[in-house]
């Protein structure tokens, strides 16, 4: 043994292990904390559940328009056009406008109108609910109409 030479503690040693133990926990904590959202919330449940109840009644009025009307008791905040253009390219775009429940209005689609071949476009409401007590935008993608 060597003589003279001393270690340390070992009750220091175990209070560093166990600092070394929480400040790794904390780095995991939160770089997995990244990779969870927070549940957008609307009528006090999650929004999802809304989603569900959103009933949209679109039909074409003319080249370039559609009628919409809410026929559900979800308040739409906007809806978000899908255009598929059958290349397995596609392309979103949010169409301002709300529609409360029992709301109708006419839709502008007139810039997809002139886009060649054969255009699947998907109508997806966009709901609006609370994250944290601020407002967010949630899109109701199981919630899709075709058109």
């Not at 979103?92 to 886009?115: A, R």
Request: with cysteine; hydrophobic share 40%.
């Amino acid at each position: 043994m060597h003589k003279g030479k001393r270690g340390i503690s070992p009750v220091i040693a175990t209070v560093l292990l166990i600092a070394i133990v929480v400040v790794i926990a904390a780095i995991i904590f939160i770089w997995a904390s990244n990779f969870v959202s927070e549940d957008v919330e609307k009528f006090g449940s999650s929004i999802k559940n809304a989603c569900a109840d959103v009933d949209l009644e679109i039909s074409e009025v003319s080249p370039g328009y559609l009628n919409v009307i809410n026929k559900g008791d979800v308040p739409v905040f906007a809806l978000n056009l899908k255009v598929d253009d059958g290349s397995g390219n596609s392309d979103i775009s949010k169409c301002e406008g709300s529609f409360s429940p029992g709301q109708s209005g006419v839709l502008d689609i007139g810039n997809y109108c002139d886009l060649p071949g054969d255009v699947i476009i998907s109508v997806i409401p966009v709901l609006v609910g609370t994250t944290n007590g601020e407002n967010a935008e949630y899109s109701c993608d199981k919630n899709q109409i075709i058109l």
